[in-house]
């Protein structure tokens, strides 16, 4: 579903952990994710998550909550 293939459209996804995905344009966004605003090739969409997301940690165990 997602080779590399950078003529598709994504748009970049958040869920409520702050952890970050690439969804196709064509798709509803799925349950308890959330639009970034943020959309264009995968390559856009890739260097923006690289910026955004600087520790893989879900929130919870960087706030010190469980989940």
């Known amino acids: ?5 950078d003529t ?3 748009a970049v996804v958040v869920n409520a952990e702050g952890q970050y995905a690439l969804w196709p344009v064509t798709k509803a966004v799925p ?6 605003g943020v959309s264009g090739t995968k390559a856009h969409c ?11 940690r879900p929130r919870s165990l ?5 989940t």
């Open 1 to 5: 579903m997602f080779e590399d293939d």
């Open 31 to 36: 349950e308890g994710w959330s639009g970034t």
């Open 46 to 56: 890739l260097e923006y998550v690289e910026r955004e997301w600087t520790d893989m």
């Open 8 to 10: 598709r459209q994504y």
């Open 62 to 66: 960087i706030e010190g909550r469980s």
